[in-house]
């Protein structure tokens, strides 16, 4: 398996799945043991950006000052391998390795990447392809387990249907920081992912503001968890996907020109082969079944408390960053002289260590925000073995179901992003305001 090396013609055995702002996805189709069930993350380089070697730039030396403290991860041979022991090192350990899968790294030739790019363009999102390509210089794509597929367990039948699905859950906490300034003072009350819709609805980027709210999923609720869910079902955007067999059957790749609708008859039919129901209630019954899962496996709550080491907001963090890079502080120059400078002249004078752990501790929050869950189901049979996967009983249909839950796309974020987080923040904050003063009909503002 080391020395496999993937060559143009193996570009026919792996599909497009999807890809996010730095990786592109391909689930495998072909036949060989070593890579069915799994898929392969090709990074990706922004076609405004300059092509890199493997690795090129990092670890600056301020990144080795953040990381140093994990083992392997600055004195990796390439960023692509660093990223990974940053999964294991720094992530495993905080959500649990049970639920976290850092993967392999496996041999990838040119041209196989370029095979790639050419054969899955058709399937790419436009808005993604204008904004970043394939990088052909990688030598490696990282292979991880398909977790849109469930495993077959030793004495299961392997006609059994899976369904999966996969939520981006976003920030589940409003932030309470000293540090936020008073004119930002909404950050308080209104989450994260509801301000940030206004921005997207402005920028053209979605076409209707989505119902669900973080805080309902995280919220320990059964009730609230059913109702984020149910508001998920209908405004996806990128944020919910059903997988059935592992092909995507509802949701998007997020954008406006996303229509998905829980009524599309093969999405039903799938649900058929799962959950038994009379005709028109598959759908609410799924939806139960996701809504108990999240709620019985307590999983959000162990995100959660990643999500919260995050303790100061970007208002805050921004002020350790330029210290640690040694610049002066910009949002201090141009602020001036505030009620705010005293709070932030005790984050300047904090110790190095000190100001490190805040960044450090806000980018390995920010992965948690942006992260993905996926949670797997496969009905248990009477005649099944000892399974190891855990079961949930769905009351509706008298159904027990296997499930496995994994969090995935926990991509390492540059230091150098702290300046990008902390405008988007503000340019986040002011949409959303804009749009109060407005009383956006959209946003269901009167």
Not at 144 to 166: N, Q, R, T, W
Not at 178 to 188: D, H, L, T, Y
Not at 265 to 271: E, R, T, Y
Request: charged fraction near 25%; hydrophobic fraction near 40%; include cysteine.
């Amino acid at each position: 398996m080391a020395l496999t090396i993937l060559q143009a013609k193996d570009a026919e055995e792996w599909a497009y799945r999807g890809e996010g702002a730095v990786n592109l996805i391909l689930a495998y189709c072909g036949s060989s043991p070593h890579f069915v069930g799994k898929v392969l993350r090709i990074h990706k380089f922004p076609n405004n950006g300059t092509k890199c070697e493997n690795g090129c730039s990092f670890p600056t030396k301020h990144e080795g000052l953040l990381w140093g403290k994990f083992e392997g991860i600055v004195s990796a041979p390439t960023k692509e391998i660093a990223e990974q022991l940053y999964v294991q090192k720094a992530i495993c350990p905080l959500l649990g390795s049970e639920h976290v899968d850092a993967g392999i790294r496996i041999l990838v030739s040119r041209e196989f990447l370029e095979a790639v790019e050419y054969k899955v363009l058709p399937q790419r999102p436009s808005w993604r392809v204008d904004a970043a390509k394939v990088n052909p210089l990688c030598d490696s794509a990282l292979l991880i387990a398909d977790h849109s597929m469930f495993p077959h367990v030793s004495g299961s039948l392997k006609e059994d249907f899976c369904v999966s699905i996969e939520i981006k859950p976003k920030c589940g906490f409003l932030p309470t920081s000293e540090f936020i300034a008073e004119e930002n003072a909404v950050k308080k009350i209104i989450t994260r992912f509801r301000m940030h819709q206004a921005l997207k609805l402005n920028q053209g980027k979605i076409s209707q503001i989505s119902k669900y709210d973080p805080l309902d999923l995280f919220s320990g609720s059964k009730d609230r968890i059913q109702k984020a869910i149910k508001a998920l079902f209908l405004t996806p955007q990128n944020n919910f996907r059903v997988f059935l067999n592992g092909s995507l059957s509802f949701g998007g790749m997020g954008g406006a020109a996303d229509s998905t609708s829980v009524s599309d008859q093969s999405f039903i039919n799938g649900l058929k082969s799962v959950i038994l129901a009379k005709d028109g209630m598959h759908a609410e019954y799924f939806r139960e079944l996701v809504a108990e899962t999240v709620f019985n496996s307590r999983l959000l709550d162990r995100l959660l408390e990643v999500q919260k080491l995050d303790t100061i907001d970007i208002e805050g963090a921004i002020h350790a960053y330029y210290d640690i890079v040694s610049k002066p502080c910009l949002v201090c120059r141009n602020k001036g002289s505030n009620k705010l400078s005293t709070r932030y002249s005790t984050i300047h004078s904090m110790p190095m260590d000190e100001k490190l752990r805040v960044v450090r501790d806000y980018l390995i929050s920010a992965t948690a925000k942006d992260l993905s869950m996926m949670i797997s189901f496969m009905p248990k049979r009477n005649n099944d073995l000892e399974s190891p996967h855990k079961v949930v009983f769905l009351e509706s249909s008298q159904q027990a179901f296997y499930y496995k839950a994994s969090f995935i796309d926990l991509d390492m974020k540059p230091l150098e992003k702290m300046e990008y987080y902390y405008k988007l923040d503000q340019k986040i904050v002011c949409c959303y305001k804009e749009s109060l003063d407005h009383g956006d009909s959209k946003m269901g503002i009167n």
